[in-house]
């Protein structure tokens, strides 16, 4: 779908800034999200049949996140 190519775009172009935030919203339903090289998934919120999910691109020197 179009959030997932997206995401893919973003990720391998570096749009977002150093700990810029990225919000996709989708149907809730839809698969796992492709493997991204620089974009980091760090929050999913469900509400009904929509989901947002929260990537951000962390610093080089930032510690990871854990996704929840």
């Known amino acids: 779908g179009l959030s997932r190519q997206t995401l893919q775009d973003w990720d391998r172009d ?12 989708e149907r809730a339903e839809r ?3 492709p493997q991204l090289a620089t974009l ?7 509400y009904g049949d929509t989901a947002f999910r929260f990537f951000r691109r ?6 990871q996140t854990q996704t929840t």
């Open 31 to 33: 698969g796992p999200e």
């Open 14 to 25: 570096n749009f977002l800034a150093p700990d810029g935030l990225l919000i996709a919203e």
């Open 58 to 63: 962390p610093q080089p020197d930032s510690p």
């Open 40 to 46: 980091e998934l760090i929050d999913q919120r469900t």
